[in-house]
């Protein structure tokens, strides 16, 4: 006998999966679709994992160990000026696992999460495994890919629960403004509304551009749930470590999801991140340093190539505009891979106003990235 829930049967089939695949099966393709940082653990993070997986493993508290979650906390408020306080912190397997569980939390069937397209291809089945409704607000390039208060305004309703916000965001490389996370917090207060605010690629910044934490604003403190991850800062993807801190009575609330979900987050995996949290910060400017020269080409020259791109202000993804060249961005990422051999993600993956684009990772070689132009551009 099989039987498949509906819940499963309704959820989006990704091409990122299938592309990653085809792609690690093909040593011939060049993957510029994963979102996965391309360099290696920092050695320190992965000599003090060794040293402890050594010494044996076991659970830790549901919540994450304690001298953990004080460090976040310490690095909140110091980083990211939030006034956090540490049993206000949880410690999840990846930023992933924490906004599962806060849906799972604070979202019953038919209330409705609003949400940004082009947005992050994981919000919208975490939404609708929780039974919830995601709403969407148009993204315009126009705008800087900034999310528009105003149009966030006209799709609440009695049944909004909460508002997801990624800063800096995937796919669109766009690091929200101070003042619109302002107006965004005070549509929250005035409705009551949670802010779901995932800032994994918070220290993956470039020039003038600056990463502000909602958590930090006034009159957020009741409102705000920060997630975060180690997965993209400190390129510890594999070890699946992340953690949120938000209101007490709805940490208390989703400290028991995530018991259910998790049991705890991996216990080796915490004591890197311990390592982590006290890492040089050299590692982290190096890696963003070769971040932002990727960036610089890979911007020139899908400009070049016909592909207009913003200039991405934070993250490793460039969204290209690809209509002038495909009415259906699925067929042009299926083509690239066919005449190119290079892989990137196409835009229907991120929402119903992805039509039209198409995301290129920069997370790989600098000589492999110019090699992908040059396929693209004599394919195109």
Known sequence: MTH???????????????????AAEHKDIISLSIGEPDFKTPKPILDAAKK????GTHYSPAAGRTDLRKAIAQKLRKENKISADWENVIVTAGSQEGLMAALLTTVDPTEEVILASPGYLGYVPAIELADGVPVFVRLREQDGWQINPDEMKKKISKKTIAIMLNTPSNPTGTVIKKKILEEVADIAVQNDLYVFSDEAYEKIVYENAKH????????????????????????MCGFRLGYMHGPKEFVKAVSKVHHYLEICAPHTSQLAGLAALKLNKKYISEMVREYDRRRRLIVRRLNEIG??????EGTFYALADISDFSNSS?????????????ACIPGT??????EGLAR?????????????????????
């Open 349 to 354: 993956e991120f929402g119903p106003y992805g």
């Open 360 to 380: 290129f990772s920069y997370a790989n070689d600098y000589n492999k990235i110019s090699t992908a132009m040059d396929r693209v551009g004599r394919a195109l």
């Open 52 to 55: 402890f997986m050594l010494s």
């Open 212 to 235: 502000v934490s909602i958590g930090s604003l006034n009159g957020m403190k009741e409102h705000a749930v920060t997630f975060n991850t180690f997965s993209k800062t400190y390129a």
């Open 4 to 22: 498949i829930s509906e819940r499963e049967q309704e959820l989006p089939n990704t091409l990122m999966l299938q592309l990653q695949e085809l």
């Open 307 to 312: 592909l207009h791109t913003v200039n991405p």
């Open 330 to 342: 699925v067929k042009f990422a299926e083509d690239l891979i066919r005449k190119a051999r290079v």
